[in-house]
Each structure stands twice: as C-alpha cells, then as structure tokens.
C-alpha cells in the first residue's frame, strides 16, 4: 500500500488541486466541453465538499500535494448512490499505491455516509485507473447514471457497498 500521506482537503489547497486537475485532465484527452475539467467546482474545491454526504482528499509528497479524490451524492442519482469524483494525481504520484490507498478510504467513506454503491466515470485511455477500479471491484456498465453533465465520458462504473443492494437496471 501507500506510504504517501492523505489528509482532508483545506482551503489553501484548492489552487494546488485545481492546477493538478487542469494539467492532468488534457494529458488524457479530456480538455474539451463534457469534462469534469469544466465543472464550476474545480476552482473551490475545499467549499465544495464541505457539505453533507461529501468528501475530498488530497495525497501530499513532501508537504505539497500531487493528487486527491472525493465522494459526493451522485447529481441527479436516487440519494443512495455516491459518485466517485475528481480522481487525479500528478505523474510523480502514480505508481506508488497512493490511488489505490485514496480509493479504498474513499469507499470507507462513502459506506460509513450511508451509500449503497459508487459510480463513477471515466474515458477510453485511462486504461490503468480502469484497472485500479476492477481490481477493487468496480464492474463496467453500459451507460451512465445521473446527470453530471460529463457527457464527454464513454467508460461507466458502479460498485456496490451493501451486498444484496443493487442498482435497477446497472
């Protein structure tokens, strides 16, 4: 696992994580309309998540922080589903366990919240973060879910929390 640390964001992250998100987003193809890039909270990353149901976190080396990821309910979704958001580390923080090590505390998260299950999306290309997401018991479905409005996404995962509880229809 990880030996990078993670802490719950803070306001005077938000710069650092907005840059991480910006610089890593188009490094995979997802710069234009229909990306979380875009999305209004990318600049307050810290107020956005200081709400009910939600959370975000970032991965630090050496005192500056390289990645993060959150949970927050799924816009548009049925209050039982959380959405995995914002997933993205700088490339010196890839391959030291560190998203795997955020993903599970970000499913811990969610769980102790009360969702039943995760969704996310992601593109063709993010091809190890898809692996990421399998290996920890992610499934591929065929569609997307609620109403983020990343309608530049093609690639949907769910994974549930509660056995026995699934998604209608996923």
């Known amino acids: 696992m990880s030996t990078l640390p993670f802490r ?22 997802a710069s234009g309309p229909g990306f979380a890039i875009h999305d ?26 390289v990645g993060g990821a959150g949970i927050a309910p799924l816009d548009g979704g049925d209050g039982a589903t ?6 993205y580390f700088l490339p010196e923080a890839r391959g030291k366990g ?17 969702y039943a299950r995760v969704y996310l ?11 990421l997401y399998e290996r920890v018991g992610f ?16 690639r949907f995962y769910l994974l549930d929390l509660v056995p026995g509880v699934t998604t209608p229809g996923a």
């Open 40 to 65: 209004p909270e990318v600049g307050g990353m810290s107020r956005a998540y200081d709400r009910p149901g939600a959370a975000y976190f970032v991965v630090e080396i050496d005192g500056r922080v």
């Open 139 to 154: 499934r591929a479905i065929p569609a997307a879910m609620g109403s983020t409005g990343h309608f530049g996404c093609n």
């Open 82 to 87: 959380a959405e995995l958001r914002k997933m």
């Open 121 to 131: 999306e992601t593109l063709t290309g993010m091809d190890a973060a898809q692996r």
């Open 8 to 29: 719950p964001i803070r306001p005077e992250d938000d710069p650092h994580v907005a840059a991480i998100i910006r610089a890593v987003m188009p490094e995979f193809g």
């Open 98 to 114: 560190a998203g795997e090590a955020l993903l599970r505390h970000c499913l811990d998260v969610a769980k102790a919240m009360g």
